[in-house]
């Protein structure tokens, strides 16, 4: 079963520095009845202003990845980590007891946009964990690429959760294909462009929720780049 969920639908904020898309209920979007998919608790599709950014805050328990569409993400934590993201790069973090981190555009002129994906672990206070990964732009292109599994899994980023991530940057008319195994669902993004999954016609900003689904035909109607999370049917 494939359910749209248009971008017109979802939950918004704009805080003069900060731009925000809800996909599920957080900050001042409270909606009880969109709470999360799965294990996927939180994704905002952000953009930070210039010269501004989230200053220190704490997470714990929580697993999360920050995927850069546009601009330079600088980064850092109270355990000595500090760099700087672009375009197609991932940063993750599995907070575990806890850490305190800010992310900032330290740009005088270009935005930053990013896609802020928590996922819940499989239990409390797991060992923290912290990394980034500098996916390349051939990567992805007109391919699937696998950037984020478990512990188990075969991606370069590793998380605790049962879950993985891919991403594609697919030319107009190209097609691709992905296989979903029994008992597992995805959460699908489109980030730019459009694309036609499954017949359905999702543009810019737009996502889709899949389950029992076997597949995903996945059609570029202009370049398209997306992103979806598969994981356990809950």
Do not use: C
Not at 92 to 106: F, K, L, Q, V
Not at 115 to 132: D, E, F, M
Not at 183 to 209: C, H, T
């Amino acid at each position: 079963m494939l359910k749209k969920l248009p971008k017109e639908n979802m939950g918004s904020s704009n805080l003069g520095w900060l731009e925000s898309r809800f996909h599920f209920s957080f900050a001042d979007y409270r909606n009880h009845d969109n709470v999360n998919f799965g294990v996927l608790r939180v994704l905002n599709d952000d953009i930070i202003h210039p010269k501004s950014g989230f200053e220190m805050h704490p997470h714990h328990d929580m697993e999360i990845i920050s995927y850069i569409v546009d601009g330079e993400l600088t980064h850092k934590d109270s355990i000595g980590n500090s760099q700087t993201l672009k375009r197609g790069e991932v940063q993750y973090m599995s907070a575990g007891s806890g850490i305190i981190h800010s992310e900032h555009n330290t740009s005088s002129s270009d935005d930053l946009r990013l896609l802020q994906i928590w996922i819940v672990p499989p239990k409390k206070n797991l060992q923290t964990l912290y990394g980034s990964y500098e996916y390349k732009k051939e990567q992805r292109e007109n391919k699937l690429l696998h950037i984020v599994s478990s512990q188990d899994g075969s991606a370069a980023v590793k998380l605790h959760q049962d879950i993985n991530i891919f991403v594609s940057e697919l030319e107009e008319g190209k097609i691709l294909e992905f296989h979903i195994n029994e008992k597992r669902q995805v959460y699908f993004i489109q980030i730019e462009g459009s694309s036609n999954v499954n017949g359905i016609i999702l543009n810019y900003g737009d996502a889709m929720e899949g389950t029992k689904e076997m597949i995903l035909d996945i059609k570029a109607l202009q370049k398209s780049h997306f992103l979806f999370l598969e994981m356990l049917d809950s």
